[in-house]
């Protein structure tokens, strides 16, 4: 398994960016029974949860983004959704995937989200 992340890049304050993770080489129904996720990390600072989708419908966002960024799964294509919206610097950080996909966890690679001022 391995986890594709796409849709990072720069964007002024204000401004929107949606990432997406789709995990690679499974089948729909392990994939709704996959708990996935975003996380981020800024240099000097450790990886923190930004948000979150169980497979039994459990969404968690950090205080930081909250009524601001969306987490949605698309199951059609296999894929989870990370709307963020209204960005500002603080939220400028390499974005990682996280998996935990039949009982495993799984990191794809970071897409780097830049937020100018």
């Known amino acids: 398994v391995q986890l594709q992340a796409s849709g990072g890049g720069l964007v002024q304050a204000g401004g929107s960016l949606r990432l997406s993770c789709a995990p690679s080489?499974?089948?729909?129904?392990?994939?709704?029974?996959?708990?996935i996720g975003w996380y981020r990390q800024t240099p000097g600072k450790q990886r923190e949860l930004v948000a979150s989708?169980?497979?039994?419908?459990?969404?968690n966002y950090a205080d930081s983004v909250k009524g601001r960024f969306v987490i949605s799964r698309d199951n059609a294509r296999k894929r989870v959704l990370l709307q963020m919206n209204t960005l500002t610097p603080e939220d400028t950080a390499v974005y990682y995937c996280?998996?935990?996909?039949?009982?495993?966890?799984?990191w794809g690679q970071g897409t780097l989200v830049t937020v100018s001022s």
């Open positions: 989708t169980t497979a039994v419908g459990i969404i």
């Open positions: 080489r499974i089948i729909l129904s392990v994939f709704t029974e996959s708990d």
């Open positions: 996280f998996g935990r996909i039949l009982g495993r966890d799984y």
